[in-house]
């Protein structure tokens, strides 16, 4: 495969924060291998993880061997870069559990299976970890670097110093030791010869060069990218449910969708570049073409395309979006009912709800009832007569009279109706 410029490709799409001297040169001389790390405390990665996993994409799209790194010996420290506490700590079967789920979800950006030389790989700490005596660690590796090196790191002089720290365990202390000894052993077994992370990664990715050069006689570089921020200061990969999930069990595609619909048009201009394939000629035609039409969100709606597929798959997206703009729909009563049951709750989600009986909606319920006495949407049957008489209630998004009667016929998934009252007022009614 030819070799394409790593570098210059991060470099107009916002992606490279710092560079070890070399690096550029050293990548377009041959195909290199590089490895990114990723914490296997959870079964899921999150949205959050996406720099990271995109920088490997890129680079086997340049021509480059990527290794996905699991972390499960470091998995069981915890990483103080950016932290102020210890993460909670895992067993071996918890984390092979988790290794499989993340191989699974970075199948979607790396190709593994094909017989190329830059088929990805990916590989668990825990396996050259866990035969490694403390005496044999601390003999060596740890007598290579020095404390005042390792006290010399920002991410070690920060959380010492914070007021609302505790301090740092030798543990978490020891963590850039065992990160820099991945490196050294990547290099050594599999020729790998950069890392890239997090730009709050240059320390501990400094310390692996730093082992390779002392330790392997040889010469290791570090790339990193910057971390992502709003514009409105808010959180990047927070939702009001916590983080936004590659899994679709805990982040649903709709949500998932709608987290870049969402975005800002500067987010969205910024996203685009970071988290999608698309050329700078592409990019460039679409932010082109938002800017003279901003109230469309052109680049709103593909940003959440291009990444929704990407993670999720194409019907996904589909699914997704119809959702996203079915509330507008003209022939909504029958859109509606082609949604999933999951699917159509994350709709409503927050929408006030109301059970009915089976059998009471087998004898029939009327509307005065299913606005005031058996749900409580309204205060009153006076009150539920009047917006009646005022042709604002609707059942399924059509205009209902006081005489009529809520029917199989107007279940949704077999379970489900939706009043409005006006523009603003919306209730869901269940027959369970």
């Known amino acids: 495969m030819m070799i394409k410029n790593f570098v210059e490709e991060l470099s107009w799409r916002g992606m490279i924060h710092d ?16 490895y990114v790390g990723f914490d296997p405390t959870a079964d899921s990665l999150h949205i959050g993880n996406l720099v990271p996993i995109m920088l490997l994409a890129h680079y086997q799209r340049c021509g480059h061997k990527p290794f996905a790194l699991v972390g499960g010996a470091t998995g069981m420290i915890g990483d103080p870069s950016g932290k102020s506490s210890e993460r909670n700590l895992l067993d071996e079967k918890t984390l092979r559990h988790n290794q499989d789920a993340i191989k699974s979800q970075l199948a979607h950006f790396l190709d593994f299976e ?23 660690f601390i003999r060596d590796v740890g007598k290579h670097i020095t404390v005042n090196y390792m006290m010399a790191k920002d991410s070690v002089k920060n959380r010492i110093s914070s007021e609302s720290s505790d301090g740092m365990s030798f543990t978490e202390f020891t963590y850039q030791l065992v990160q820099g000894y991945d490196f050294l052993h990547l290099y050594k077994e599999n020729k790998c010869t950069i890392q890239m992370g997090g730009s709050d990664q240059w320390g501990n990715i400094t310390t692996g060069t730093e082992l390779i050069r002392r330790i392997g006689n040889g010469k290791g570089y570090a790339i990193t990218c910057p971390l992502i921020t709003k514009s409105d200061g808010s959180k990047f990969g927070k939702s009001e449910g916590g983080n936004v999930w590659l899994d679709a069990n805990r982040t649903s595609p709709y949500k998932f969708y709608q987290y870049w619909l969402n975005s800002s048009d500067e987010d969205a201009e910024k996203y ?8 700078k000629e592409e990019i460039d035609g679409i932010v082109k073409s938002h800017q003279e039409a901003p109230h469309l969100r052109g680049l709103q709606k593909r940003l959440a395309e291009e990444i929704t597929s990407m993670v999720h798959s194409r019907a996904d997206f589909e699914n997704a979006e119809k959702a996203s703009n ?43 009832a299913a606005l005031s006495a058996t749900t409580k949407f309204l205060t009153s049957n006076g009150e539920a007569r009047r917006a009646l008489k005022e042709n604002s209630v609707s059942v399924n998004k059509e205009k209902v009279k006081e005489d009529y009667q809520l029917s199989a016929e107007d279940l949704i998934n077999d379970r489900y109706i939706i009043l409005n009252r006006g523009k603003k007022s919306t209730f869901i009614i269940k027959v369970i």
Do not use: C
Not at 19 to 34: D, K, Q, V
Not at 120 to 133: H, I, T
Not at 355 to 365: A, L, M, R, W, Y
């Open 114 to 136: 094909s017989e190329a030389a830059n088929a990805a790989v990916l590989v668990n700490n825990y396996d050259w970890m866990k035969e490694f005596s403390f005496l044999d």
């Open 19 to 34: 560079t070890m001297p070399g690096a550029e040169e050293h990548l377009m001389e041959a195909m290199r291998s590089a």
């Open 326 to 368: 079915i509330l507008y729909s003209k022939s909504f009563k029958e859109d509606i009912k082609t949604l999933d049951e999951a699917t159509f709750l994350d709709v409503f989600e927050g929408v006030p709800q109301a059970e009915i009986s089976q059998s009471d909606f087998t004898n029939g319920v009327d509307m005065i």
């Open 272 to 279: 685009i570049k970071i988290f999608t394939f698309l050329t």
